[in-house]
């Protein structure tokens, strides 16, 4: 570890504290390691971002992609500044459309749309209620 650049050793030290398995830190280490210095800046300032990112998030993420470490999906869940539902899959590659999951991807977006498009329909309810009591803006 003490050979690799500064926030490869950070990812990684913090994913030992957090105990997950070796696998998903040498999925998350090996791919970083092959980046660009671009690739490297860009991937910072994404992550340096994430907070404002209000939007509710619906992610699938297969356990054993052997294209993007669990690790990316994790950090996503607990950076983003939004409601975030993580689906880890556990019979699925990288491409979980495409995949032996393809099925329960669908079910749970469309689940998730349901539920966005419910709570959408409440905040706009409560928006009328509340403006038609001269509370609202």
């Not at 500064?6 to 998903?24: D, G, I, Q, S, Y």
Request: glycine letters at 6%; aromatic letters at 4%; hydrophobic letters at 40%.
């Amino acid at each position: 570890i003490a050979k690799l650049e500064a926030p490869v050793r950070a990812e990684l030290l913090a994913a030992k504290k957090a105990k997950l398995p070796a696998a998903v830190r040498l999925a998350f280490e090996t791919p970083f390691d092959q980046r660009t210095e671009e690739q490297k800046q860009l991937a910072k300032d994404v992550r340096r971002g994430l907070k404002r990112i209000k939007q509710d998030v619906a992610i699938f993420h297969p356990r054993e992609d052997d294209q993007s470490g669990l690790w990316n999906a994790l950090t996503l869940q607990q950076n983003l500044g939004g409601m975030v539902e993580c689906t880890v899959l556990d019979d699925c590659y990288h491409m979980v459309t495409l995949d032996r999951q393809r099925s329960v991807v669908v079910d749970r977006a469309v689940e998730f749309a349901v539920r966005l498009t419910h709570k959408l329909q409440e905040k706009a309810a409560v928006k009328e209620l509340l403006k038609g009591k001269g509370v609202g803006e």
